[in-house]
């Protein structure tokens, strides 16, 4: 999704989940600033809307994912996901089967991930900034 389509399809997903985009982002700008090398998904299925931030090929083995996912019966959810172990304490393991891919962009499918699960909506790379 490039950055002029970010806010308007980006906002509508949170909406859609129950998150108000300035909950997630602040900051519109430097939040564009600081996923940069990230690029976004929007993916639907059923009621379930999950919005991804990928990191882009060249640092998906050092950077982090992160979704935001939920419908309109269940409170949002929001993981930021990690190939190696996470700099912080992990909740799980999550496996990304190559059949996931309706609900998960491909390039994270077919690995393992290790799960930072967050109480709070707020994008994790405006908490590591």
Request: hydrophobic share 40%; net charge negative.
């Amino acid at each position: 999704m490039n950055n002029e389509d970010f806010f308007y399809d980006v906002a509508k997903a949170f909406s859609e989940i129950g998150l108000s985009v300035k909950t997630v982002f602040p900051d519109i700008e430097i939040a564009r600033e600081l996923y940069s090398g990230h690029r976004w998904y929007v993916m639907r299925k059923n009621d379930l809307t999950v919005v991804h931030a990928i990191p882009k090929k060249d640092a998906i083995e050092t950077s982090f994912w992160e979704m935001w996912y939920g419908s309109s019966d269940t409170e949002p959810e929001h993981d930021v996901l990690f190939r190696r172990t996470p700099p912080v304490k992990h909740h799980r393991i999550y496996e990304v089967r190559p059949g996931d891919s309706d609900i998960n962009p491909p390039q994270v499918c077919g690995a393992i991930w290790y799960v930072v699960e967050q109480a709070y909506p707020l994008g994790w790379a405006l908490k590591i900034f």
